[in-house]
């Protein structure tokens, strides 16, 4: 099938299997395809991306705070509460997206400054920076990799228990993203739920967590600390301000940033066309192809292109998002078949993988290893 104008690839040619043999092109060839002003870092550029999204941010709370209960009526109220929250956790979805440039130090070319503005944006929506900035460059690393990449590490047949084959069919599907889309970030950093299985419990908030090796161990204690703070904090507000107020201001956004944070994560990494690699297959550049980007409509300019540019963050994490886009397209003529997009309207997409992507197994009479999702238990 071929390519619509800008070489996307149409919802129904995505389907088709990602190759998977190992390229014909190296990680120095995409390298040479970028404009070398792709992998230059504005500190002005990114202090700018993040000043207007905290400004719109707190022109939403002004609005709110100041004229919703004081000029519209019962239920109306509610309503645009409802409608606040929805757009106020969309623009933090976009702050949450610059914290996240710090992870890779593709915020300036300064670590400090990285690191003190991560651990500012993060802690303020109850994420310990360092934590996840460790975990977090581990799945990077890893990608792909069934033994060894860090999260959505996917269930094989066997796995498979009895509660989820209950669970599959339309009802089912759509209260296991919702419960997901609800509680899963909160859940993985508590927990590692969903995250590589280690031999003993694991947790981003314990220093001692294998996650860690023991020199990262201080740098845990002070994301902790920080997200204390940020709770002692909200424990005042609530105090001050009751519970109902601090729920409609920063909790509802919260849970919408969770939301759209785990949606993207999962949509960018899951899909019928990628394959999964063993220890013997898996290598890094293959790994790092096997993300697909996806088209978010206005969102992705809200999002500062995290969902549309994601091939290219994975190969290239240091390239800041304002340019994530051109360097995408400068790497499509290299990448050729091994780019990875889908223009499924989002709904339709996670209703689709959650019924196609149940587990992974190799093909009948395949040896490599190399595993697809598979829907038939």
Same mark, same amino acid.
């Given at each position: 099938m071929s390519d619509p104008p800008g070489g996307k690839k149409t919802a129904a040619g995505a389907l088709k299997r990602a190759p998977h043999e190992k390229p014909p092109f190296t990680i120095g060839d995409l390298k040479k395809a970028i404009p070398a002003h792709c992998f230059e &870092? @504005? %500190?002005v550029? $990114?202090?700018r991306y993040l000043i207007q999204d905290l400004l719109m941010a707190y022109a939403l709370y002004y609005v709110a705070t100041n004229y919703i209960d004081q000029y519209l009526p019962s239920p109306v109220n509610y309503l645009a509460w409802a409608a606040y929250i929805a757009v106020q956790g969309c623009v933090l979805t976009g702050a949450w997206v610059v914290g996240h440039e710090c !992870?890779? !130090?593709a915020f300036s070319n300064y670590n400090w400054i990285n690191d003190l503005v991560g651990l500012v944006v993060h802690s303020s929506l109850l994420v310990p920076y360092f934590s996840w900035k460790i975990s977090h460059r581990r799945h990077h690393a890893n990608t792909q990799s069934l033994e060894n990449d860090e999260v959505y590490v996917p269930r094989f &047949? $066997? =796995?498979?228990? =009895?509660? #989820? &084959? %209950?669970l599959n069919n339309p009802p089912g599907r759509v209260l296991v993203w919702l419960t997901t889309l609800l509680i899963g970030f909160p859940l993985y950093l508590m927990f590692n739920v969903s995250g590589h299985k280690y031999e003993r419990w694991t947790s981003h908030y314990d220093p001692h967590s294998p %996650? #860690? $090796? !023991? *020199?990262? *161990? &201080?740098e845990i204690i002070i994301s902790d600390i920080a997200i204390l703070a940020v709770i002692y904090g909200l424990y005042k507000l609530v105090l001050a301000k009751g519970f109902a107020w601090v729920f409609f201001v920063y909790g509802g956004p919260l849970l919408v940033v969770n939301g759209w944070f785990v949606l993207i994560t999962i949509l960018n990494h899951t899909h019928p @066309? %990628?394959?999964y690699y063993d220890s013997t297959e898996w290598d890094w550049l293959r790994g790092a192809l096997c993300t697909v980007d996806r088209d978010y409509g206005i969102l992705n300019k809200v999002f500062h292109n995290v969902c549309n540019a994601h091939v290219c963050h994975h190969i290239f994490s240091m390239i800041p998002h304002y340019h994530g886009l051109e360097a995408t397209e400068a790497m499509k003529p290299i990448l050729g078949e091994y780019y990875q997009y889908d223009g499924t309207p989002i709904l339709k997409a996670m209703y689709r993988e959650m019924k196609e992507c149940? #587990?992974?197994e190799k093909d009948e009479g395949e040896t490599k290893g190399v595993y697809w999702y598979r829907s038939q238990f």
């Open positions: &870092k @504005s %500190l550029t $990114s202090f !992870d890779h !130090d &047949k $066997s =796995n498979i228990r =009895n509660y #989820y &084959k %209950l %996650l #860690y $090796s !023991d *020199r990262e *161990r &201080k @066309s %990628l394959p149940i #587990y992974v």
